[in-house]
């Protein structure tokens, strides 16, 4: 299924480096030694073979475990080459990893290799806007609004500095979309909800916006509705960036809207699941930064699922490792049908993007037949689009599927500053669905 032809000799020796040295030397995997099968086996089985690392055990093996010798902690952290940092991972349980900006800045230069406007715009130094939580990113002030000039660093403006995107007022939203005008962003990052809500402001002006080269979602799953709202706006290009502070930048979409994987940054595993459970060619993935001299992560579960594309090819003629034709979304946003079938985010997500006039949504799977769907619309027929949404819903998840549809004024972010689309009120864990057979074949 995953096609391996396309890796480099030294993906392979860097895999293996990786794994033998950690299996050798690092107190987080020496239980993983009774897994390996040896030398003899080609080493995507020997990867194959390793349990998932979670979140769990960076938590229970942090810092010690990870650190290869001859990195000495202290020294690293008192120099400034490293810090500590927690990530609000969406819906996870936050950990605290290490941060090494210069390998980070690496994996996202890789990175821009694999959208042809990320690799003629980026350069490194070009002027960047962002526009994001500044939970995740940015400066905090929920107070008192921030001058341009304390929002800025290097060669980024961050253009939010609310926590809460309920303060955002429409003052507050021209401040935005004039800033874009002045700064002239050669790339323009942004959290995909946060950028539906200014672009459903600028849409209600309809004032010209100044159009960024190119423009970088990332931080969340970008909803249908985001890009209907986004499109309304920005004729620009939009790529889709995905990683996380574990694992650096994993996949970046191309211009052809494939995903591809940033394979001199990163190894990635794929595990499928079960047949039946989300659709054709879906999985997770485990991801093992290949050049990060600090922090040893390996067959990382990033809890997202993934779409391999069928074809294995793209038209860009990109042949860098594993082709995505979709991210799925979070483990997290996962639900399960009547029939206990698991229905991913995006499944969801193209399903409502089916209702028109719907600003915001977010679906609760409260119990094994029941669903709350929240959302937010300016329609006037409030009983009609409940009963459209309805019955979309019952044939997804099944006929005696218990559907309530109730309406907001706003919906909110979680405490890490993202937003979540879906969720399920009870644990649906992975490893139940992950399809074992394929992953002892080695497939
Ligand atoms: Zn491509």
């Known amino acids: 299924m995953q096609k391996m032809c396309c890796f480099s000799p030294e993906y392979y020796e860097r895999s293996r480096n990786i794994l033998e040295n950690a299996l050798k030397d690092l107190s987080a995997y020496k239980s993983w030694q009774a897994f390996d099968p040896g030398p003899r086996y080609h080493i995507d089985t020997r990867y194959a ?14 810092p010690d475990g990870f650190v290869p010798s001859g990195k000495d902690i202290k020294q690293g952290l008192e120099s400034g080459e490293i810090e500590f940092v927690k990530t609000s991972g969406t819906c996870d349980v936050s950990v605290t990893n290490i941060w090494n900006q210069k390998w980070w800045d690496e994996s996202e230069r890789l990175s821009w290799k694999l ?7 980026a350069t490194g130094t070009h002027n960047e806007a962002i526009l994001a939580n500044p939970i995740n990113v940015g400066f905090i002030s929920n107070d008192a609004d921030l001058p341009v000039g304390k929002r800025r660093l290097v060669r980024f403006l961050y253009l939010n500095e609310k926590t809460d995107p309920a303060l955002w ?35 209600e002006r309809s004032k010209p916006v100044f159009q960024p080269g ?38 970046m979409q191309c211009e052809e809207g494939k995903f591809h994987q940033n394979s001199e940054s990163c190894r990635i595993d794929f595990q499928a699941l079960k047949p039946g459970h989300g659709g054709h060619g879906i999985g997770r993935i485990l991801v093992t930064p290949l050049s990060n001299p600090w922090y040893r992560i390996i067959h990382f579960d ?27 979304g979070r483990m997290t946003t996962a639900t399960l049908t009547l029939a206990g079938r698991l229905v991913t985010l995006r ?4 399903i409502i993007g089916g209702l028109s006039g719907v600003d915001e949504y977010r679906l609760e ?24 949404a309805s019955n979309l819903l019952k044939k ?24 979540r689309l879906a969720k399920a009120d009870f644990p649906i864990n992975v490893e139940d669905y992950i399809d074992k057979d394929c992953i002892s074949e080695g497939k």
Request: charge should be negative; hydrophobic fraction near 35%.
């Open 49 to 62: 073979s390793m349990p998932a690392l979670t979140k769990k055990d960076i938590r229970e093996h942090f």
């Open 115 to 121: 959208n042809s406007h990320s690799a003629r715009l």
């Open 169 to 203: 007022t429409p003052a507050f939203m021209d401040r935005m979309t004039d800033e874009l005008g002045e700064f002239k962003p050669a790339v323009f990052e942004a959290n995909p909800s946060l950028l539906a809500k200014l672009c459903r402001h600028i849409a």
């Open 214 to 251: 190119l423009i970088v979602l990332t931080y969340e799953y970008p909803s249908v509705l985001h890009y209907r709202q986004i499109r309304r706006v920005f004729g620009s290009p939009i790529a889709s960036s995905y990683g996380s502070t574990e694992t650096g930048y994993v996949f």
């Open 302 to 328: 990033v809890g997202d699922l993934v779409r391999l594309d069928e074809s294995g090819d793209c038209p860009c003629g990109r042949n860098s490792g594993i082709i995505l034709s979709a991210i799925e």
């Open 347 to 350: 499944e969801l997500d193209n």
């Open 365 to 388: 799977q409260t119990g094994k037949d029941s669903y709350d769907l929240f959302i937010v619309s300016q329609r006037n027929d409030k009983n009609a689009l409940a009963g459209e």
């Open 396 to 419: 997804l998840y099944g006929d005696g599927a218990k559907i309530s549809v109730s309406y907001e004024n706003a919906i909110f972010p979680e405490s890490t500053g993202k937003y």
